[in-house]
């Protein structure tokens, strides 16, 4: 059985499990989703049980049945044990504030998402993108108070530019804001543009990384072929974004990562995951998995300890551009 790890979150004395259990998956929005409230629960459970403390929200994921279904699951689990992170951004209803980073909106989502996930903190809130409509420090400030407050214990951000996010860090250092300890970002073997970009930022200050789509929508497990249609009821089959990886490079990336998954006697997700964990500065990757088999294929990342020939072979295939190329 798989012996969970953890570590520090950046530079905070915060311990999280080297994987983090993503939660889009936990609701019916979209055809490719999980659809059962109780499966959910029950999934959330088994990853409990396997030593994973850390779970990651959004209040849009299915307009807030995600963060529900993971208040559920809050119920019978040691909350103090755990690190639950959710984020806010994404438009909640059509109308004036109904989306975006204001203090106004920030505040009131903030109260939204406690009483969804059913407690009276967050571990760490998390601004979903970037809003040019808003003063940074406006959003800094009311993050602040939230920590201040009691309510959040820490922050991070997703998915932005270098300079946006240094310009957040600079700013939280010179108002004496609370600062962003983590990033989420794309990143995979065959995302690696923010190498280029936020990693080096990251890196440099200390903050953490927890990497989104780190099997790229499904792409790295293997199961799409080169000459063949994505099957129905995949997530490629229902995502324009997912099939906007099966490019030649990434078909060779995913060539390398079968090979290296051959010689260790693995699937092409645990080298990709196992890949991911042996670059620096990531901290965790997101897993989605949508059954307890997959959440066990995910875990056995955790055993593998790729040499540095390996790592180098996947990364080889493919050369990283920002932006995305």
């Not at 915060?14 to 983090?20: G, I, M």
């Not at 009483?115 to 406006?138: K, N």
């Not at 497990?221 to 063949?228: H, L, M, P, Q, V």
Request: hydrophobic share 40%; glycine share 8%.
């Amino acid at each position: 059985m798989t012996e969970m790890a953890y570590t520090k979150l950046g530079s905070t004395g915060l311990d999280v499990s080297r994987l983090c259990l993503g939660c889009m998956n936990f609701g019916s929005e979209q055809s490719w989703m999980l659809g059962d409230a109780d499966a959910s629960v029950d999934l959330i459970h088994a990853a409990l049980d396997a030593g994973i403390n850390f779970l990651d929200t959004a209040n849009v994921y299915s307009g807030g049945e995600s963060e529900e279904i993971v208040g559920r699951a809050l119920d019978s689990a040691n909350r103090d044990d755990l690190v639950v992170a959710t984020k806010v951004y994404g438009e909640m209803r059509d109308a004036p504030n109904g989306s975006g980073l204001s203090r106004k909106h920030i505040l009131d989502q903030c109260e939204a998402s406690l009483d969804r996930l059913g407690t009276d903190y967050v571990d760490l809130y998390q601004i979903h993108r970037w809003d040019d409509e808003t003063p940074v420090e406006e959003t800094l400030a009311a993050l602040d108070h939230l920590v201040e407050s009691g309510r959040v214990r820490y922050i991070g951000a997703s998915t932005t530019t270098a300079y946006r996010f240094t310009k957040a860090l600079y700013t939280s250092d010179v108002e004496d804001y609370e600062r962003f300890a983590c990033m989420q970002p794309e990143y995979s073997a065959v995302a690696r543009h923010e190498e280029a970009n936020l990693l080096e930022v990251c890196e440099g200050e200390g903050v953490g990384v927890i990497p989104w789509s780190p099997l790229a929508g499904g792409f790295l497990t293997g199961k799409y072929r080169r000459d063949a249609d994505p099957g129905e009821g995949t997530r490629a089959a229902a995502s324009e974004s997912v099939r906007s990886y099966f490019t030649e490079e990434n078909w060779a990336v995913l060539d390398a990562v079968r090979d290296v998954a051959d010689e260790e006697d693995a699937t092409p997700a645990q080298v990709a995951l196992a890949w991911l964990l042996h670059r620096d500065p990531v901290t965790a990757p997101i897993v989605g998995p949508k059954s307890e088999a997959q959440l066990r294929e995910n875990l056995g990342a955790l055993d593998l300890s790729l040499s540095p020939a390996q790592v180098d072979r996947v990364a080889a295939a493919k050369t990283p551009r920002y932006p995305k190329a």
